[in-house]
């Protein structure tokens, strides 16, 4: 059987109780040597082997899968944060299909969700912002035409840019380039819940700036969106005036 499990944005302990259950019984595991914390393989099996996809291809990734499955064995495919976003899991999974080989999905938390926890904030603000965009900037990987950078930029909600440090003068400019101002409020958070944990504060205008200064170039977010500064409106869920399925309204 194989497992994908997510592996969370960094924090060993911040993987779920299914994910690190499947890792202490696996007889093998794939793991994203460039992103995923090597402290996750600790409670691994001794006799567990242990392969590192970041100098596997496809097809060796595959490989691995198919003799370990044909041998009965238990195979952990672990990704960085949770794999559905940027995990590249289907064309894994596709394979899988056509090999008739069984497999499942342990969701895990992404490095999205530790970035907010380092801001100490949330992204959706009431009279600020009710969306999240998750992206990335165009580079050797191609986007959709209809999803440019700039596309995204235009509707100015909270945003969370992936995998585009080593870009982040065209991040920067393309950003301007929709319905964020100069002024408007950015971050750059290096390994979210990791020990090394960095936050950066600056604004659209001055991201690249902040990142060059902090020589920040990979292994961080970019996260942008007047939910960073201060002003919003009361939630309407604990508002004592607003009646909901389990309170009335204070009169």
């Not at 691994?44 to 691995?64: F, H, Q």
């Not at 920040?216 to 942008?224: C, D, E, G, N, S």
């Given at each position: 059987m194989i497992h994908f499990v997510g592996a969370g944005p960094g924090a060993p302990d911040l993987i779920s109780l299914r994910g690190a259950?499947?890792?202490?019984?696996?007889?093998?595991?794939?793991?994203?040597?460039?992103?995923?914390?090597?402290?996750?393989?600790?409670?691994?099996?001794?006799?567990?082997?242990?392969?590192?996809?970041?100098?596997?291809?496809?097809?060796?990734?595959?490989?691995?899968?198919?003799?370990?499955?044909?041998?009965?064995?238990?195979?952990?495919?672990?990704?960085?944060?949770?794999?559905?976003?940027?995990?590249?899991?289907?064309?894994?999974?596709?394979?899988?299909?056509?090999?008739?080989?069984?497999?499942?999905?342990?969701?895990?938390?992404?490095?999205?969700?530790?970035?907010?926890?380092?801001?100490?904030?949330?992204?959706?603000?009431?009279?600020?912002?009710?969306?999240?965009?998750?992206?990335?900037?165009?580079?050797?990987?191609?986007?959709?035409?209809?999803?440019?950078?700039?596309?995204?930029?235009?509707?100015?909600?909270?945003?969370?840019v992936f995998l585009s440090m080593g870009l982040i003068r065209d991040v920067q400019k393309e950003l301007l380039a929709g319905a964020y101002t100069e002024e408007t409020p950015a971050a750059i958070v290096y390994k979210a819940t990791w020990p090394e944990e960095k936050v950066f504060y600056c604004t659209v205008g001055t991201l690249a700036e902040t990142a060059e200064k902090e020589a920040i170039r990979k292994t961080a977010l970019i996260v942008v969106g007047d939910f960073l500064q201060k002003g919003y409106e009361r939630s309407k869920l604990y508002d004592p005036g607003f009646t909901t399925e389990f309170r009335d309204a204070a009169r």
């Amino acid at each position: 059987m194989i497992h994908f499990v997510g592996a969370g944005p960094g924090a060993p302990d911040l993987i779920s109780l299914r994910g690190a259950r499947m890792i202490r019984e696996a007889d093998v595991i794939i793991y994203a040597g460039s992103l995923v914390n090597p402290a996750l393989l600790e409670e691994r099996k001794p006799e567990c082997v242990v392969y590192d996809s970041a100098y596997m291809t496809l097809e060796d990734v595959i490989g691995v899968m198919k003799v370990a499955d044909a041998a009965g064995k238990d195979v952990v495919r672990l990704h960085t944060g949770d794999q559905s976003l940027y995990g590249a899991i289907r064309e894994q999974m596709d394979e899988l299909i056509r090999l008739g080989i069984d497999y499942d999905d342990t969701p895990g938390i992404s490095s999205f969700c530790g970035a907010a926890a380092a801001l100490q904030t949330e992204y959706t603000l009431p009279s600020v912002s009710q969306s999240v965009i998750i992206t990335r900037m165009e580079g050797r990987t191609p986007v959709p035409e209809r999803e440019k950078l700039r596309s995204m930029a235009i509707h100015g909600c909270s945003m969370v840019v992936f995998l585009s440090m080593g870009l982040i003068r065209d991040v920067q400019k393309e950003l301007l380039a929709g319905a964020y101002t100069e002024e408007t409020p950015a971050a750059i958070v290096y390994k979210a819940t990791w020990p090394e944990e960095k936050v950066f504060y600056c604004t659209v205008g001055t991201l690249a700036e902040t990142a060059e200064k902090e020589a920040i170039r990979k292994t961080a977010l970019i996260v942008v969106g007047d939910f960073l500064q201060k002003g919003y409106e009361r939630s309407k869920l604990y508002d004592p005036g607003f009646t909901t399925e389990f309170r009335d309204a204070a009169r």
